[in-house]
């Protein structure tokens, strides 16, 4: 199958490389991938889209996903996508002894289902698939939250899609 990988990011960070891990395996599995950032991606002729994007200041945005979805939803439509949100969310950060204040900020920006709900509402159908993968802000935290581990999950994702 053809495979399009489209995928929002502002960095060279967590959502390039779940894209590489991702692009490897369905390569591995004999599958063609065409992987670009919304303003770059032109293969609409694909049998599977796969949208994900990262998520800065509440919002996903400013990554160019929901403009890219909007703007193609014609080219998308008709064809499975599943859906990835790359974003910060560690139920761990949330302490209960953080006040109102702390913990109304930190859930808000912690709320991944809204970030998620922001893009597939713009989908002309239902995803096929959606899941969550936690990034990182600095290198330092890549370890810090085990972030390799998600190598795995990224897999099983694409598995469960019959990818
Ligand atoms: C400037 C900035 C703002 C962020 N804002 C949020 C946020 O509002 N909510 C959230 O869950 N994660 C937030 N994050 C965490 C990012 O989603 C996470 O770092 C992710 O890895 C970003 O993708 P990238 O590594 O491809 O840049 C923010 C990160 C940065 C650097």
């Known amino acids: 199958m053809k495979i399009g990988i489209v995928f929002g990011t502002k960095r060279e960070g967590a959502t390039r490389e779940i894209v590489r891990w991702m692009t490897d395996h369905l390569q591995a599995q004999g599958?063609?991938?065409?992987?670009?950032?919304?303003?770059?991606?032109?293969?609409?002729?694909?049998?599977?889209?796969?949208?994900?994007?990262?998520?800065?200041?509440?919002?996903?945005?400013?990554?160019?996903?929901?403009?890219?979805?909007?703007?193609?939803?014609?080219?998308?439509?008709?064809?499975?996508?599943?859906?990835?949100?790359?974003?910060?969310?560690?139920?761990?950060?949330?302490?209960?002894?953080?006040?109102f204040l702390k913990r109304s900020l930190k859930n808000a920006f912690l709320d991944r289902q809204k970030y998620l709900a922001s893009i597939v509402r713009l989908l002309p159908e239902p995803p096929a698939s959606t899941t969550f993968f936690q990034g990182y802000q600095e290198p330092d935290d890549r370890t810090k939250i085990d972030f390799p581990s998600q190598q795995e999950q990224v897999v099983q994702w694409c598995a469960s899609q019959g990818l």
């Open 31 to 99: 599958h063609t991938v065409v992987a670009a950032g919304p303003a770059d991606f032109t293969s609409f002729d694909c049998d599977r889209y796969l949208l994900g994007t990262a998520v800065y200041a509440f919002s996903a945005k400013r990554t160019g996903m929901p403009g890219f979805i909007r703007a193609h939803r014609g080219d998308l439509q008709g064809t499975p996508a599943g859906v990835f949100i790359v974003c910060g969310v560690g139920e761990q950060m949330i302490s209960p002894e953080d006040g």
